[in-house]
């Protein structure tokens, strides 16, 4: 669901600085919640002590995945947003091809 809603904001967004920045966000949390999927599958595979430290490591990963978008932006912004990541990578012609279509 966050990718659908990223990509709506970016096909929306009004220039390529504020795209950029959706973009490296949502790759950012996308990196912080895989990886914390695995810690949490490694930990339901081992045993029913691990089940219960899953679910406590569970709570804490949507605010690890929101902080790694938001660390993943801050240093895109402090290596001076040179790349345009958005047109790069296409992201910005598909959703705005997906969201724009009449």
Sequence with gaps: ???GVACHQVAHANNN???NEIV???LG???TGTIYGIGIGIFLISNPVGWVAALAIGTV???MSYAGGKGATSLYSSL???VDVAHFSTIDKLC???FNKK
Aim: proline share 0%; net charge negative; aromatic share 0%.
């Design 1 to 3: 669901m966050g990718i």
């Design 17 to 19: 600085n504020k795209k």
């Design 24 to 26: 490296i966000e949502s």
């Design 29 to 31: 949390g996308l990196a």
């Design 61 to 63: 990963g949507a605010g």
């Design 80 to 82: 001076g947003e040179d």
């Design 96 to 98: 705005t091809d997906i």
